[in-house]
């Protein structure tokens, strides 16, 4: 009897699991959209498609430091990704904001994506005229948060990253258009032909919170979350982090503070994080402008719109003088 209640129990977490996966893709991803946003360039931009690139670019002035900015798992060249470049560029930054899956001819699943795509990237953005090579940054939010922390332990060209809404973690992959399929994705990224080490989604939410799902994956696998963290330590330069307490989509302040207790065990490079209480997912880049459609929106993933404003007021400055004062 006892073994057949624990089946049970098994079968019943499972069911749960691919229902909370089903409510991740209806309500957040929507996977009826018809296609992923390609947003155009915007003032002094330019699209880029060398390479096997996709980009907006935006050129500074000569010399002048740069960033390569990455969106999440909405995939395609999101406006708002779009807007974060722009933003940097006014502050005098050259910026690339890369598409790295989602658009034509790239993979529509968020599986096994390459690295050495970014590594062309960044290749490419370090040799343009107007770049000091030497002062390379890198911006990501939520999955691009998870890239760009992934991407800076690997490469040493990279001397600041700022990761909003991160992972401290490699997870398994994304399929917008199947959640029914999630469970069975392996790792999101790969290097050199393999998967990197991921978190699968696992063990049995307490709750339909779509970040309890998270919670409970990384509580079912404590190997694969030790195999799967991302060596914030071999980074080369400072990172910091924003996140909100009340994020719905996964727990990003926990796992920011986890890259923050990881990077000083290990003697890694500074990190700070800038944590809102009472804001959600959404506190990634500038602020909203008021009555906008994304400020109306802004309390989709967790907190008020009042609350995730405010942390976007204040923790935007505190990115830029943070560029400012590590890329010059």
Same mark, same amino acid.
Request: net charge negative; charged share 20%; glycine share 10%.
């Given at each position: ?26 309500? $957040?991803?929507? +996977? ?9 360039? =915007? ?15 935006? +050129? ?22 779009? *807007? $974060? ?21 790239? +993979? ?19 040799? /343009? #005229? ?6 390379? =940054? ?12 992934? $991407? %800076? @332990? ?19 992959? $994304?399929?917008? *258009? ?16 393999? #998967?990197?080490?991921?978190? +699968? ?5 307490? @709750? ?19 195999? %799967? ?5 071999? @980074? ?38 800038? %944590? ?14 008021? !009555? @906008?459609?994304?400020? !109306? ?11 995730? /404003? ?6 935007? #400055? /505190? ?8 890329? =010059?």
């Amino acid at each position: 009897m006892k073994r057949a209640l624990k089946w049970i129990g098994i079968f019943i977490g499972v069911l749960v699991l691919l229902l909370v996966i089903a409510m991740i893709a209806l309500m $957040i991803w929507k +996977p009826w959209a018809p296609s992923f946003d390609v947003a155009e360039p =915007g003032d002094g931009g330019q699209r880029i498609t060398e390479d096997g690139l996709l980009a907006n670019y935006y +050129p500074a002035e000569a010399n002048s430091p740069a960033i390569l900015v990455l969106g999440g798992s909405e995939g395609g060249l999101s406006g708002g990704t779009d *807007a $974060i470049a722009q933003t940097l560029n006014d502050e005098g930054f050259t910026t690339m904001a890369l598409s790295y899956y989602g658009a034509a001819d790239q +993979p529509q699943i968020m599986e096994n994506l390459p690295l050495e795509y970014f590594d062309t990237a960044l290749s490419w953005l370090s040799e /343009q #005229p107007e770049v000091n090579p030497d002062a390379v =940054g890198i911006f990501g939010g939520s999955k691009g948060a998870e890239a760009a922390l992934l $991407i %800076a @332990s690997r490469d040493t060209s990279i001397k600041a990253t700022v990761a909003a809404a991160p992972s401290h973690v490699v997870w398994a992959g $994304i399929d917008m *258009a199947k959640p029914w399929a999630m469970a069975k994705l392996g790792s999101t990224w790969s290097a050199d032909g393999e #998967p990197l080490p991921y978190v +699968p989604y696992g063990g049995q939410p307490s @709750s339909r919170e779509i970040a309890d799902m998270y919670r409970a994956s990384l509580v079912a696998a404590p190997d694969a979350e030790e195999k %799967a963290v991302i060596p914030v330590e071999n @980074s080369a330069g400072p990172v910091l982090m924003t996140c909100g307490e009340d994020d719905t989509l996964w727990p990003a302040c926990d796992m920011a503070r986890k890259v923050e207790a990881r990077a000083k065990e290990h003697g890694g490079p500074e990190v700070t994080v800038l %944590a809102y209480p009472d804001a959600g997912h959404l506190v990634q880049g500038p602020p909203a402008k008021p !009555n @906008s459609d994304h400020y !109306n929106n802004l309390d989709i993933l967790g907190g008020s719109i009042e609350s995730n /404003q405010a942390g976007l007021e204040d923790s935007w #400055p /505190q990115v830029v003088e943070f560029f400012h004062a590590e890329l =010059g």
